[in-house]
């Protein structure tokens, strides 16, 4: 601890860049919350999807449509515990793009394949006895300022209602869920929507199916579609993950993007700190002698110049990540767009683990070089 005054000293000795240091440290690492956080809000739905739920899509698109005279045929289906249809709206609100999945569905029989999505009885009930009612998620509603009893137009971009282009809904129920579950959607009645378009009648875009034995999801998977080949409307079953994770791989390979934004982030900052402990050795290099000259061994001269590296990265690295933890728990990140924003335990310890790598690898060179230093060599180059 008695040498720590020594390191401190060192690293105010040029005070603008040690500061200018720890701030593009304390920004890299900051970025690297902020692309682990988009990474995982990509990544989340595949990996929080139920295993015991697949998804009955139209085998040459989802954005192709199927009759919803198919639930029955996946109802009937051995293995089945549950279908429910569900077509996509899209919609705008107050002339705003639409940044929420709204869509149409059996609310009763959605909110029974996703427990996970917790309503109160009472405002099921309600959305069910009303023809236009909504049950919406938390974060959307908390987005717009909805609450209970809300009169909300829609304005619509796909599905035009049979009179103007204006859909009407009543908010009746919020759901809600642990900070894993989306509380982003807008879920209203089918019967409603089908009622009430000026084409595409009897039309939907998915199915999602429960299954009594997940280990028979693949076999489960071939009957259904085989129930419905040869069809006008060939259908693809999948597990809910595959789905989702295919519809965000329509994007882009995120994971494989922003791998290459963090190597090009770390290497660059990782030239900036070792040419900042470089030079910070090199104009040390008579008092690193005198330090010798006065006993000090080769590896505490290796050990401090180490110290100095490993303080810049720990400090700005910890500082850097640890505000991107704390503001993303807050809530500051949340995006209809992606609504699962978390920093993961798992992105964590990547972070500690780089910059501690950060801070070896950069004070390694001029510390070896620090070490290998001869006494007469420094002296005489002075």
């Avoid at 690492?29 to 139920?50: K, N, P, S, W, Y």
């Avoid at 040459?60 to 996946?74: E, L």
């Avoid at 809904?169 to 089908?194: A, P």
């Avoid at 050990?303 to 720990?314: C, G």
Wanted: hydrophobic fraction near 50%; glycine fraction near 8%; charged fraction near 15%.
């Amino acid at each position: 601890m008695r040498y720590l005054v020594l390191v401190w000293r060192n690293l105010l000795r040029r005070k603008t860049r040690t500061l200018m240091t720890l701030g593009a440290i304390f920004v890299s690492f900051a970025l690297f919350g902020v692309l682990m956080i988009v990474r995982t809000a990509f990544g989340l739905g595949v990996e929080f999807a139920g295993a015991n739920r697949l998804w009955v899509t139209n085998k040459i698109s989802i954005i192709q449509f199927m009759p919803i005279s198919y639930v029955q045929d996946v109802l009937t289906t051995p293995g089945v515990t549950n279908a429910v249809a569900c077509t996509w709206f899209g919609g705008s609100y107050q002339d705003k793009p639409n940044q929420f999945a709204v869509f149409a569905t059996d609310l009763e029989q959605y909110f029974k394949l996703y427990p996970e999505f917790k309503v109160p009885p009472d405002q099921l009930k309600a959305a069910l006895a009303d023809r236009q009612g909504v049950i919406v998620g938390r974060k959307t509603a908390a987005t717009y300022g909805w609450k209970i009893g809300d009169h909300i137009p829609i304005l619509a971009d796909i599905w035009l209602p049979k009179s103007g282009n204006v859909w009407e809904f009543n908010i009746d129920g919020i759901y809600d869920g642990d900070k894993t579950v989306d509380t982003t959607q807008f879920l209203f009645r089918y019967e409603y929507f089908d009622e009430n378009r000026r084409n595409g009648a009897g039309n939907i875009s998915w199915i999602v199916v429960g299954v009594n034995d997940p280990s028979n999801s693949a076999s489960l998977a071939q009957t259904i579609d085989a129930k419905f080949a040869n069809s006008a409307s060939e259908s693809k079953t999948a597990p809910e993950n595959a789905v989702i994770a295919d519809f965000a791989k329509q994007t882009g390979d995120i994971g494989s993007m922003l791998t290459a934004i963090l190597v090009v982030v770390f290497f660059t900052i990782l030239l900036v700190v070792g040419s900042t402990m470089a030079q910070s050795v090199r104009e040390r290099t008579s008092e690193l002698a005198v330090l010798k000259t006065l006993g000090f061994s080769n590896g505490l001269i290796l050990a401090l110049v180490l110290a100095e590296s490993m303080f810049l990265a720990v400090l700005a690295g910890a500082t850097g990540l640890g505000l991107i933890a704390i503001l993303v728990n807050f809530g500051n990140f949340n995006s209809p767009m992606l609504p699962l924003m978390l920093l993961t335990r798992g992105s964590l310890i990547t972070g500690v683990v780089l910059f501690i790598v950060l801070g070896l690898a950069a004070g390694a060179p001029p510390a070896m070089a620090a070490m290998r230093l001869r006494i007469t060599d420094a002296l005489r180059r002075n």
